[in-house]
């Protein structure tokens, strides 16, 4: 059986409803595991729920509910609002659950017997939000030093467990000089780099007298500290310690997909934890930029006045996909705004997309009576067009190697360009009034034939427009749409005689002065 490409998202923190931040790994991830697997067939794609934070304890209290209560009902607004944005996860864990937390159990255990985790006394500054341990001399005003939380920190004085990742600074650092793509961007691998050669410290792996957390085997006064706990997701999902077979199939995972405020816990502590369970470590962990707005990071306090539901609701799910990923480029922090939204929705989607579709699929209609037409022979000026669609494929590999998700959509885009162009130029209509029926013909074959490829590429992208252009073509009956290969990509196989459906336009513009 061939290989499966195995994507992750973080596990995010129940304590509220996704918003547009988190809605943006959760995306990118997503238009991955599609693409795989139209090109590889097999991918495992893993989101989730990160429940056992205190944070979310003291989120439940001040609603005066049970923390599991309180969570069951966000997890639930997550998966609708996943399910609203075509999330096509293939495993959804939460860390409340006994598969994961069994996992972690065993774990910890395995590293404590193995003598990489010991018993200590941890004393120093703790931020409970951040759920991040912090030295005297990193704080900034006593406050926690990570600028968008800045919440004052609390002493923790307390019999804790150490994980000695300070033993896995040299290997780490090894591995990662010899890994060039083990993290990416680049700017991030160099900030991991600088970080670890400052020196490791030992991590505080437990906290004491909590009640909401993973309780330490044989020692319930502790629970787990969450981030470790966090981290240890992506193999309990899939087997780890309980079904060898099916983690050794899936691990190590090939695309793991975090925001750059989490970089520190998955290329440090991430990987000292898996070297120390001698598991290879994953092949990419790609750590994005944030969206911002105003130049600051949107976050569950501050942000945009609409939710994501909202945004979703008045836009759509697609053209929200779009612009996430066509706007900014994925390494890099950029802005969100409804205004420049609106604009790629108007002129790339509605103008660029939705009138090729209308134009080609109008003049199947009014010349050959909706049926596609076999092609005769292929002049000189259809051969860009063929030449930009037969190469797409190809090139969307290259791009998406790397998750240039912003380069992938241009090069699907210069198709939809050159195949309006090529409509322009070849003039069906002087053909059709001039009678050239067999060259008429050809120039609408392959223009509808230019849309079938197009529709493959937007897929990942836009799963709901691609199924409505799909059928629009006339192609649901024939196959369907999330069932393509590679193999589908090929030059010419619209198939003769086929009727189209032709629908509704596919992007109903959107008047800029309707932004509330
Ligand atoms: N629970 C941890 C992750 C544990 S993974 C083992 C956590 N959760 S979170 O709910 O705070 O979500 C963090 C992730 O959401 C970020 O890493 C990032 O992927 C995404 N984002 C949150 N706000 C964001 C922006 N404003 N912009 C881009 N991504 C954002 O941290």
């Known amino acids: 059986m061939s290989k499966t490409y195995y994507i992750t998202t973080p596990i995010y923190y129940p304590n509220d409803v996704p918003h547009i931040g988190t809605a943006y790994t959760t995306i990118a991830s997503d238009v991955l595991a599609r693409f795989w697997r139209i090109v590889y067939g097999n991918v495992f794609f893993l989101t ?3 429940e ?42 939460r860390t409340t659950e006994e598969r994961h937390i069994k996992v972690v159990q065993k774990t910890f255990q395995y590293l404590l017997d193995k003598g990489d985790i010991q018993k200590g006394f941890y004393e120093g500054w703790y931020c409970v939000s951040d759920e991040t341990f912090w030295l005297e001399s990193q704080l900034v005003e006593k406050r926690c030093p990570n600028v968008e939380c800045q919440r ?22 090894e591995y990662i000089e010899s890994h060039p793509k083990f993290i990416l961007p680049e700017v991030r691998r160099n900030e991991t780099i600088s970080f670890i050669k400052s020196g490791l410290q030992d991590l505080c792996v437990t906290r004491k007298n909590l009640k909401w957390g993973v309780p330490v085997p044989n020692d319930p006064h502790h629970v787990l500290y969450v981030w470790v706990d966090a981290l240890l997701n992506y193999i309990s999902a899939i087997g780890y310690c309980v079904n060898e077979n099916r983690f050794q ?20 502590i991430w990987p000292a934890l898996l ?21 600051e990071k949107i976050s569950k306090s501050k942000g945009i006045k609409k939710n994501l539901i ?50 080609v699929l109008s003049m199947i209609e009014k010349y050959q009576g909706r049926i596609v037409s076999p092609p005769g022979p292929n002049a000189r000026e259809d051969e860009e067009l063929i030449r930009v669609s037969s190469n797409l494929l190809e090139q969307l590999k290259k791009d998406l190697e790397v998750l240039d998700f912003r380069q992938a959509l241009e ?28 060259r008429l013909a050809t120039v609408l074959y392959n223009s509808i034939e230019s849309l079938r490829i197009i529709t493959l590429a937007i897929s990942p992208f836009l799963p709901q427009s691609a199924k409505n252009m ?30 189209i459906a032709k629908g509704p336009p596919l992007f109903p513009k959107v008047e800029e002065a309707s932004i509330t």
């Open 48 to 50: 989730g729920t990160d």
């Open 52 to 93: 056992n934070a205190q944070k979310i304890e003291q989120a439940a209290r001040a609603k005066n509910q049970a923390p599991k209560e309180y969570v069951d009902r966000i997890v639930e607004k997550f998966k609708s609002v996943w399910d609203m944005l075509f999330i096509s996860y293939d495993d959804f864990i």
């Open 152 to 173: 004052p920190v609390e002493w923790v004085k307390e019999e804790s467990y150490f994980f000695l990742l300070s033993k896995y600074e040299k290997p780490l650092l």
């Open 249 to 268: 199939f899936l691990w190590p995972a090939d695309f793991q997909l975090i925001g750059k405020d989490i970089l520190r816990f998955h290329a440090v």
């Open 275 to 295: 070297m120390a369970l001698k598991l290879p470590l994953p092949k990419t962990i790609f750590a994005h930029g944030w969206l911002s707005i105003g130049g």
């Open 310 to 359: 909202d945004l979703i609701n008045e836009f759509g799910a697609d053209p929200l996909r779009y612009f996430l990923l066509r706007e900014g480029s994925f390494g890099q922090d950029f802005e969100f705004s409804e205004e420049a939204l609106i604009r790629r929705l108007n002129t790339e989607l509605a103008n660029d997309l939705g009138n090729l579709l209308h134009r």
């Open 411 to 438: 090069d699907i885009w210069q198709v939809v360009s050159e195949a309006n162009k090529y409509v322009d130029i070849t003039a069906p209509w002087v053909l059709n009034k001039s009678q050239e029926t067999e």
């Open 470 to 499: 799909w059928e629009q073509l006339g192609l649901k009956d024939i196959n369907e749409l999330n069932k393509i290969a590679s193999s589908d990509f090929k030059w010419g196989l619209f198939p003769h005689g086929k009727k």
